[in-house]
């Protein structure tokens, strides 16, 4: 075997949860083959880098082996190499209020828009 469909590729290796889901990846642009957009039926050959899209984080795997038939998690995972770059960590401040305090005043709500980085003057006048 020479190459795979992607979308098969994708989900023999346990990546999707479905072959249509990985078709449907494919079409919405969320999988790139080697730095370029592909469609579902581009063929994968050994030593391609496959970038997948899931929840806002690439996932970046290296073609190892070609199968075509969905198998076991571990045999899954030798047939590629995951190169995906560590998750950064990230602190998003919260804002505690008393709880039956009401609604927020002013000066609390243009310190939450401070924080979230909203525009606390949108729709007012100049």
Known sequence: MDSVRLDVWLWSVRQ??????ATSECRA???RLNGEPV???????L??????????????????KLISKRVGAP?????YE?????RPKVYMPVMQRDRGA??????ERREL???????SNFGHRE
Do not use: M, W
């Open 102 to 107: 009401g609604r927020p005043t002013k000066k």
């Open 47 to 64: 030593g391609d880098e496959v970038r997948y899209r899931v929840e806002g984080f690439d996932r970046v795997f290296k073609v190892k």
């Open 39 to 45: 469609k579902a039926a581009t063929p994968v050959h």
């Open 113 to 119: 828009d401070r924080i979230f980085g909203h525009d």
């Open 29 to 31: 642009g969320h999988v």
């Open 75 to 79: 045999a899954a995972q030798e047939c």
């Open 82 to 86: 995951d190169l995906t770059p560590e």
């Open 16 to 21: 999707t949860k479905t072959r249509s889901l």
